[in-house]
């Protein structure tokens, strides 16, 4: 059986009063019809077709090749929306999934038991429904005597009675392909909204003899559809929830869950631990035994297995294995560093290979610099890498000592084995195993300090008079 999916991604979202169009809002790092999407095709859909309208250009370059894209000019109903589909799906044999793009919590699993039902049970339409306390808003399911499914009605248009029903439609649905396109030519907009409703597409079905089926979904999390930005955080804390579940199944660690903060592409191995207050952002991986946080920041960074990482911000980094980061490091994009290196407190790497065994211990800055093993770079040493138009690379050896208060003027070369004395100021290639010193002889003046101090006092005197 051939599995197809329509997602419905044409809606401004004036609701959510932002410049963003409403799917592409974040949920866990990423936007909510990308969640979607993944949930489609775990499901196994051979073809997703995503209906664009406003901000379609944006979605289109946000998902890319991920799926086929029709417009939508105009906002006339879902109905209208899943008809711009017809000339790519119409002709299909299958299954067709339809399901709004601003319901990111909707899982894979949800979807294949959709599917395996509406098939066990040769249904026409199969509806993904939820029980809500609070059912407002939402568009009610009736069932006839027999438990079926009677009908969909939108919460505007539902009578007394109708409104009291707690089964709620979550805009998931399953259906024939073919017979859902024939159905949707006769939907009309005869309604208050002046719409055309997928939802009518159910009654046309059952009044021709068809079976309709509902799924039960049993999260009611899964039904949230996000259409301001009260919804966006309550489907933000939701998905955290799921997230950090599913590593702490998988043998992790997590001190305080409530204040871990884990985005949906992240990948941790078994026995880390990540402490209270650490953001892990885009498609950073953790390896096996290490010890993340608290108060840290990992974004598209690689660790390896059994380093630790104390209070510090990594983006677009690689940590080899057994490092030892922070506190208060920044490891700018393009950092590599090798095996059981040591970056220190107030020390920030940009765009620099450091070679296993190296360590920058405290209150350094390395730019644009290749950094060999073995090599110590002493409190307050810097690379000097821009000129106010260009950058250039500093290089040093393996077996290098950097003196503290060093700055390495770069383009600059220090040898394999070389020792740069603390103070010194090197603007020359350093040979291997030389000695570099660079700065003046100290000069001490006799009691001259009581004359600095005489004439300081006198300057500042002067001023006060003329204030």
Known sequence: MKKMAIVLAAG??????????????????KPMVGHVLDAVRGAACERTVVVVGHGAEAVKATLGAAAEYVLQAEQLGTGHAVMQAKPLLADEEGVTIVICGDTPLVRKET?????????????????LTAELDEPAGYGRI???????????????????????????????????????????EQVTNGNAQGEYYLTDVIGILRSEGN???????????????????????????????????????????LIDPANT?????????????????????????IGEDCAIGPQTELKNSVIGDGSTIRQSIAEGAQVGEQCNVGPFAYLRPGTQLGKHVKIGDFVEIKNTDIGDHSKVPHLSYVGDAIVGSNVNIGCGAITANYDGYNKSKTEIGDNVFIGSNTNLIAPVKIGNGAYVVAGSTITHNVADNDL????????????????????????????KETE
């Open 111 to 127: 979807i294949e038991a959709m599917v395996a039902l509406h098939a066990s049970q040769g249904a026409a339409a199969t509806i």
């Open 211 to 253: 079976a309709i089926v509902a799924c039960l979904v049993e999260d009611p999390a899964e039904s949230i559809g996000v259409n301001d930005r009260v919804a966006l955080g309550e489907a933000e804390r939701l998905m955290r929830l799921r997230i950090n579940k599913g590593h702490q199944v998988n043998g992790v660690t």
């Open 261 to 285: 903060y884990i985005d949906a592409d992240v990948t941790i191995g078994s026995d880390t631990v990540i402490y209270p207050g650490t953001i892990l952002r885009g498609e950073t991986s």
């Open 12 to 29: 401004q979202g004036k609701r959510m009063k932002s410049k963003l169009y409403k799917v592409l809002h974040p949920v866990c790092g």
């Open 142 to 184: 009736v069932r006839g005597a027999d438990n079926g499914v009677l009908r969909i009605v939108e919460h505007k248009d539902c009578d007394p009675e109708e409104i009291a029903i707690k089964e709620i439609n979550t805009g998931t649905y399953c259906f024939d392909n073919r017979k859902l396109f024939n159905a949707l």
């Open 436 to 463: 570099a010193i660079a700065r003046e002889r100290q000069v001490n003046k006799t009691g001259y300090a009581e004359k600095f101090r005489s004439r300081a006092r006198a300057k500042k005197e002067r001023e």
